[in-house]
């Protein structure tokens, strides 16, 4: 099995605090591995540390056997990796076809940009498509968290990282996120890493899992190996 992004024994700090320790993760290519853990584990800082936001002070990060720790963010990014970020990170005085296009920065090609909505955004996202000439704060809030994911998604990724897609959403768009990031990975065959608090939503689509507490990966395994334990039992279920 391929592998496309690889964390060795990473340790992050803010300041003098460490928060990342030693954490080991490995995501195979076209699978879906999930990141659990709760508030302040310090999942947003893993993938910080991924784009080279925070200062890693031991460890390796591969990215398909290229060693990127030292890239600079715009470089690690130019490598396909795309972020749906935390939040609604929407510019909100643009349109939603703005926003979209903001995804693919980097493409001149009209062409490529049409083949990328039409391929990659609109079939997931049909709501999208027939609100493209909307200003995007406009949009409910449903709509900006799909409009978050399909920017993302212009940029082509190899590897699509989600940080808490489900966030601040009502169960039954969690459930139809999570379909839509299966079809994602069991569709276009993109890489993805999941970042979630809602372990229930995470396990249910993903091959792979990691639990990070405290900044520390406490367990992984597949999804029915992590539902058994313990640890995790006692935080979700
Ligand atoms: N720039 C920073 N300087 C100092 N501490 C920080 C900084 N950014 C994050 N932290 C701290 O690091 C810890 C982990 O934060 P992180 O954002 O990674 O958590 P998280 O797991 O993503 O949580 P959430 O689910 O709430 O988004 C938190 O205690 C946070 O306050
Ligand atoms: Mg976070």
Avoid: W
Wanted: net charge positive.
């Amino acid at each position: 099995m391929a592998e496309m992004l690889r964390m060795e024994h990473v340790t992050t700090v803010y300041g003098i605090n460490k928060m990342l320790i030693d954490v080991s993760i490995k995501v195979d290519k076209g699978k879906c591995v999930s990141l659990l853990g709760s508030n302040g584990a310090g999942k947003s800082t893993l993938i910080k540390a991924i784009l080279g936001l925070v200062k890693v002070v031991e460890g390796k990060i591969y990215f398909e056997g290229k060693d990127i720790i030292h890239y600079s963010t715009h470089r690690v990014i130019s490598l396909g990796i795309s972020i749906a970020p935390e939040g609604k990170r929407i510019f909100p005085k643009l349109t939603v076809l703005e926003n979209l296009r903001m995804g693919a920065y980097l493409v001149k090609e009209k062409k490529e940009i049409e083949r990328r909505l039409e391929e990659l955004v609109f079939p997931y996202f049909p709501r999208l498509k027939e609100r493209l000439n909307q200003i995007a704060g406009t949009l409910s809030g449903g709509e900006q968290s799909m409009l978050n994911i399909g920017r993302a998604l212009m940029g082509n990724p190899k590897l699509m990282i989600f940080d808490e897609p489900s966030f601040g959403l009502a169960p039954i768009l969690i459930q139809e996120t999570a379909e839509i990031i299966k079809k994602i990975n069991r569709e276009k065959g993109i890489t993805v890493l999941l970042v979630e608090q809602n372990a229930n939503m995470a396990l249910e689509i993903t091959h792979y899992g990691y639990f990070l507490q405290k900044g520390q990966i406490i367990a992984e395994g597949t999804p029915e190996e992590l539902k058994k334990e313990e640890i995790i039992r006692k935080a979700y279920f």
